[in-house]
């Protein structure tokens, strides 16, 4: 599946970069948070497989090719009413978080007060 790929994000906020979110099409789960630059993005359009800029490594990659994970497949596309970032919903059959972890969101923060 491809997406259209005349949908532009906007790359000047973050030099160069704008933020993905990836949410579980299914539970609405948030999974992770990455990045992508305009060539990852024009991937990710092209292939419907969440490929992100990986900042800590400097280049594009497939989510999960590091690792061997199969790739995620991406359900749904929708970018924010400014157009500097996109929610990406995939269907995971891994876990997404590089720790091993379904969601890299899973240190809560306890209320004080």
Do not use: N, Y
Request: hydrophobic share 40%; glycine share 8%.
């Amino acid at each position: 599946m491809s997406f259209d790929q005349t949908v532009a994000l906007d790359f000047s906020k973050l030099g160069g970069l704008a933020p993905v979110v990836l949410q579980h099409a299914v539970t609405r789960e948030v999974l992770m948070v990455g990045f992508v630059d305009e060539e990852a993005w024009a991937k990710t359009l092209s292939t419907g497989v969440v490929t992100l800029f990986r900042r800590t490594l400097g280049r594009v990659q497939v989510k999960g090719e590091d690792d061997g994970s199969p790739p995620l497949h991406i359900q749904r596309i929708a970018v924010d009413c400014d157009s500097d970032t996109a929610l990406l919903e995939i269907e995971p059959q891994t876990p997404v978080c590089h720790d091993g972890g379904v969601t890299c969101f899973s240190k809560p923060v306890a209320v004080r007060g």
